[in-house]
């Protein structure tokens, strides 16, 4: 049985930013968040350029070569970004989250750098496909911080890895698509605030994908909007 995508995608510039540094993109085959960093006019180029690197996967690609053109994209939104800070050494510092997942309708291919994330919301249960690239993660993973004290943590912010111009790993992730799944795509203007279980809950809740990302983001700005924020709700249905 050959799949689609459902999906819709909302951002917001939060309450306390003074402009919005994150980008998406989100089409039938490919989905993509990014949270820019550097500061002001920096984050947006950052996030842009990377969205523009990669909306060229927005279209069937075999499931043998969806890795390869993941790969590929993602270097050359880093070359881009490399490029501008060349020409420009006031960029240096900028830099970019990303996290996409391509889709053919038989096979979802995924890619993270940074602190967006995705979600699979299968048979009613959430699970977060990406692992954050961040100083608190780091420590949980040393067992030297709990999960749960991570929210308060001084450094909660600080990110270990993004697309910035330089050589960077990817995680790259192979998901078997189901009818019936929903894909969670988001920026920490989102994670930062709502818990996973509200996630979950809310994901569950709300069948139109447009409906459930409006709520999403309408529950980071009553948690205080610190933050942009965006997300992409991406639905997994039977082809007609």
Known sequence: MT???RWAAVTDQGHVRSNNEDCHYAGDHLLVVCDGMGGMAAGDLASRLAIEAMVSLD?????D???DALHRALE???GRIAEQVAADPSLQGMGTTLTAVL???ERAAMAH?????AYLLRDGRLNQLTKDDTYVQMLI???LLKPEEAAGHPR???VTRVLQGEPVTPAYVIVEPQEGDRWLLCSDGLTGVVTDATLEQELRAIPDPKSCSERLVDLALRGGGPDNVTVVVADVTAAV
């Open 65 to 67: 070569l969806q890795m």
């Open 103 to 105: 889709f053919n309708g």
């Open 156 to 158: 909660r912010a600080v």
């Open 113 to 117: 750098v940074g602190d967006s994330r």
């Open 59 to 63: 279209a069937p690609i075999p499931t």
């Open 141 to 143: 993973d040393q067992g």
């Open 3 to 5: 799949l689609q995508l």
């Open 76 to 78: 050359v939104a880093n």
